[in-house]
């Protein structure tokens, strides 16, 4: 039977769907309608809730999550809070900071603000000021009440008080295994390959899920009913993160908000894609393992695996195989995985002192936005260039490298020169298409401007350097 614990109460489920989401069986089947849809995407917010989850490093905490788009199942034996659990006999610091700062607006999105508060009163890292930007940048405010609710979270944020919920942080996160049928439908949660590898016996075309921000929107937007789901979260190969000398590795399953506070000193160019990735509540949910297997052309953490080499560890019943990144994506939607078998994890070398590694994302609004065109770099360079690799997203029908271009600047000097005679090969290394997004013109523009922008990047002048906010890039002319 599938059950989890709502407000400390357990749930049991039982003729259920488990195409089912977990709003829509909060409003309709539990009543507890505090819990908003507004999107039913994972963009504005207004179905955050809370949920307990164990990172990395073994650590217990509270994540934000978009309750629209997470299919019921996957919550088995998770502890979630809803905005009806926080007040009790008295209100929850956070309610008290949005009443105090007048941070309630219409109070249709108020709610999902809260839930982002209450995840951000527990959390022991908000050491910048731009993680508590991200905290809610997932969350909409449509009478445009930001201030005042950015006055309630920086009240609140890091308060940790010694109250019943942190005391809810010291419960044990039960073994998930799963075996769920309902209504002709079955969601399976393995807990070993073992497992994973008889569920696939048995159901070759069972449909992988992980954190199911892809796939959520295949059952709310496109209203598929998927017979057999397969949750790969809680096998714990998948979930981990480690050192392996020359390497990190780095399992399919991590979530991108673990991956993301990892990279910011471990491999920075990663982090620099992550950090406008999506919302909050989407990076604690989205996984690497599902970004890299949707294979979409503008995906964010492709261009940065292929300027870094990695490599993409493939596993099935018959054993494990390594590709490199620049082998795995075949064309459109199309990866190098064969049938039952998994992308289990990302190996990815460590660069040495002397490289210099950047990643940017440019696309018309800053937060929770797809890309038009990314670039990252990986370059060796003392007076000539020894290594450059140039991944680019939505330049193509899948990440790629541009090598016409990476030829013609291999051995050069890096000059502004070099960089500006080679800039005609991305023409050869790339045809981009024009769509709602962005014209091929200006696609082209992106890509030349980009590496440009690495270039004064790494001469460290702050007046040609990119933005950190990678919203904007460089307008330079060549000269004639």
């Keep these: ?39 039913a995407e994972g963009d504005c917010g207004a179905c955050t809730v809370a949920m ?6 073994g650590e217990n905490s509270y994540r934000s ?31 008290e900071a949005m009443v105090d700062s007048l941070g309630s607006q219409c109070g249709y999105c108020t709610p ?8 951000a009163c527990y959390r022991k890292d908000l050491t910048e000021d731009w993680q508590k930007e991200d905290q809610i940048c997932g969350n909409l405010c449509r009478c445009t009440g930001y201030r005042p609710i950015r006055d309630a979270l920086e009240k609140t944020a890091g308060l940790c008080p010694l109250d019943h919920f942190q005391k809810s942080l010291e419960h044990k996160i039960e073994a998930r295994k799963l075996e769920y049928h309902a209504r002709g439908e079955s969601f399976y949660i393995p807990t070993s390959f073992g497992e994973l590898w008889s569920v696939l016996e048995d159901h070759p075309d069972g449909c992988f899920v992980s954190g199911g921000t892809d796939l959520g929107l295949e059952i709310t937007k496109k209203k598929i009913q998927f017979p057999v789901l397969i949750s790969l979260e809680s096998i714990p190969e998948l979930t981990k993160i480690e050192d392996h000398g020359t390497s990190w590795y780095v399992g399919a399953s991590v979530p991108l908000s673990d991956l993301e506070l990892f990279s910011v000193k471990e491999i920075p160019s990663l982090a620099r894609m992550l950090r406008y990735f999506g919302g909050r509540q989407i990076k604690n949910r989205a996984t690497l393992g599902g970004n890299i297997c949707t294979a979409s052309p503008i995906g964010d953490t492709p261009p940065a695996l292929l300027a870094l080499d990695a490599q993409f560890e493939l596993r099935s019943a018959q054993g494990v195989r390594m590709i490199p990144a620049a082998e795995f994506f075949l064309d459109y939607r199309q990866t190098a995985l064969q049938p039952k078998e998994i992308l289990s994890g990302v190996h990815i070398p460590k660069p040495p002192a002397e490289a210099r590694t950047a990643s940017f994302k440019v696309s018309k609004r800053r937060e929770l936005d797809i890309s038009a065109v990314a670039l990252s770099v990986y370059l060796v360079a003392d007076t000539k260039i020894q290594t450059i690799r140039l991944a680019y997203g939505g330049m193509a029908a899948i990440p790629k490298r541009a090598q016409h271009t990476e030829a013609a600047l291999l051995g050069k000097p890096w000059t502004e020169n070099s960089i500006l005679e080679a800039l005609d090969e991305l023409d050869t ?5 024009t769509d709602h997004r962005a014209s091929s013109w200006y696609r082209r523009e992106l890509a030349r401007n980009l590496l440009l922008g690495f270039f004064y990047e790494t001469q460290e002048n702050p007046e040609l350097s990119l933005s950190p906010r990678h919203s904007a890039t460089l307008i330079l002319e060549q000269p004639s």
Excluded: W
Excluded at 20 to 32: K, M, W
């Design 112 to 119: 999902g603000f809260v839930m982002s508060l209450f995840t």
């Design 1 to 39: 039977m599938l059950e989890f614990f709502l407000n400390d109460r357990r749930i049991q489920v039982s003729n259920v769907s488990s195409n089912t989401t977990l709003l829509q069986f909060l409003r309709s089947d539990l009543r507890q309608t505090g819990t908003k849809e507004g999107c």
């Design 52 to 57: 307990q989850f164990r990172n990395y490093k």
């Design 65 to 95: 999550i978009n309750s629209c788009i997470v299919p019921l199942a996957s919550i088995h034996r998770r502890r979630l809070y809803t905005v009806e659990g926080l007040g009790r006999k008295e209100h929850h610091p956070v309610q």
């Design 429 to 433: 290394d790339f045809t981009p298409l």
